[in-house]
């Protein structure tokens, strides 16, 4: 890439035999796709730049900071569509979704999965977990329903 200044490079495929490289001219970025080829001149023009260490690190971090930001979409997409809440910003949507979780009608069927769920996680709070008051637990373990597994949960913590 005469009159180009190197920028970057990285391979962009599993068998690590093509190349993805970024060269700056005039301020405009221009990508050109490199077959990792002994017998290409563009190959060995391109190993005057960098060496294959530092493609094979390059190609590393590429694909983390890629992995990164595929995760770091994925939860604002998930957050944008209320699938999942952020409890330590307590906002509305998650003030509405912990009063929906405790004051909507519970089926016995439908719900014991959710039902079961909460048990677990207020079996994961230290007071409740290391709590010696093996009856109160026990009453947790057999509750049948949202409020009544908050009730001697509260009751454990308090005690």
């Known amino acids: 890439m005469k009159g180009h200044t190197f ?55 590429h694909i983390k900071e890629q992995n990164v930001a595929l995760e770091d979409t994925i939860v604002k997409i998930a957050k944008d569509r209320g699938m999942i809440y952020d409890v330590s910003t307590l906002n509305s949507n998650t003030c509405k979704l912990i009063v929906k979780l405790i004051f909507d009608e519970f089926d016995k069927e439908k719900d014991k999965e959710k039902l079961f769920t909460l048990k677990l996680q207020l079996f994961e709070i230290d007071k409740i977990k290391n709590s010696k008051n093996k009856t109160l637990k026990s009453k947790l373990r057999k509750s049948t329903n949202v409020i009544d597994a908050l009730k001697i949960a509260i009751q454990i913590v308090e005690k």
């Open 7 to 61: 920028i970057k490079a990285h391979f962009c495929n599993d068998e690590r035999t093509l190349v993805e490289t970024l060269w700056e001219k005039d301020s405009k970025n221009v990508v050109q796709y490199i077959e990792a080829n002994d017998n290409s001149k563009a190959w060995k023009t391109l190993l005057t730049h960098t060496d294959i260490d530092a493609l094979h690190e390059a190609t590393y971090k």
